[in-house]
Each structure stands twice: as structure tokens, then as C-alpha cells.
């Protein structure tokens, strides 16, 4: 029985030591005293200056993202590119013959798009200018671009006919 009693005193009084160190080290504990903190020196010698910088641009600034006035606000619709308009159609233009006729001018008959017409030196339809007629050419001018017609046939067949046949 005196053993129960011996170790249970030795319980006690591990038990009040461990207590006491507890309190010591974690209840009682400064962080700030004077043996675990060196102190270090300033020097007032030189003044130190403050510099401020802003650290936000204005577009921040003005649209203030923690306002609490600040809503949810739409988002514009984006404007789809309009593909450009394509060129417009060269015109089916086949001259059909220049006559002079009695005041001693040229006349040019000439199918546009399926269209006959009669033309004569500054006429315009359609686009088309008449710059020049002469007895065998007609030059005219669409948008920017030149167009010459003749009446010259090209030549496909030699002179000289074909060995064989």
C-alpha cells in the first residue's frame, strides 16, 4: 500500500512540475523582453524620406472597383466588319460593225449585255464612255479601265494549206 501511496505522490508532483512549466513557457511568455530581443541602434543622423507614388492609374481611380454605388453594367455590342462590296461586273460588250454616217462621223453598233445599242463618240450607258471611234476600232471607258474593241478578225488559218489532206 505504501508503494500506491509513493507512486501516486510522484504522480502528483510530476504532474504539478509539468504544470509549472507550462505556465512558464507559454501563459507567461513576452515576446518583447529585453533577453530575447536585441534592441538594434538607430541613427538619427539622416533623415529618411518618404516617397509616394501612386500605385493606380486614372481609369482605375474613376471606375473605383469597391464603390458600393458600382453596378453590373451591360457590355457593348460589337459591330460585325462588313465585308467590303465585290467589283462590279465587266459588261458582255461585242461590237457588231462602225458605219460613217452622212455628217461624216462614226457610228458603232455594239451589244451590251445582251442589249443592242447605237453609239457614237462621248455617248455613255451604263458606265461606259465612248472615247474614240475609228473606221475599224472603238475605244471605250468603264470605271477606270480601258476597253478597245476592232472589227479585225484573228487570223486562225495559214495561207498555206496543210500537208496530208
Do not use: C, H
Amino acid at each position: 500500500m505504501i508503494r500506491k501511496i509513493i507512486m501516486l505522490v510522484v504522480a502528483a508532483a510530476l504532474f504539478l512540475f509539468v504544470s509549472w512549466q507550462f505556465i512558464a513557457g507559454a501563459v507567461l511568455y513576452n515576446p518583447l523582453s529585453e533577453t530575447l530581443v536585441k534592441k538594434a541602434k538607430i541613427r538619427e543622423s539622416e533623415p529618411i524620406k518618404a516617397t509616394y507614388t501612386v500605385a493606380w492609374d486614372k481609369i482605375i481611380y474613376e471606375k473605383n472597383l469597391f464603390n458600393t454605388l458600382r453596378t453590373y453594367m451591360e457590355p457593348k455590342p460589337v459591330r460585325a466588319a462588313v465585308p467590303p462590296p465585290p467589283p462590279p461586273k465587266k459588261p458582255d460588250l461585242v461590237l457588231k460593225g462602225i458605219i460613217l454616217d452622212t455628217f461624216g462621223d462614226y457610228v458603232a453598233y455594239v451589244e451590251i449585255n445582251q442589249a443592242k445599242a447605237t453609239l457614237r463618240k462621248g455617248d455613255k450607258i451604263e458606265d461606259i464612255e465612248v472615247s474614240d471611234i475609228s473606221e475599224k476600232a472603238v475605244v471605250l471607258k468603264w470605271m477606270s479601265e480601258t476597253i478597245t474593241l476592232t472589227i479585225e478578225k484573228v487570223k486562225t488559218l495559214s495561207s498555206k494549206p496543210r500537208a496530208g489532206r
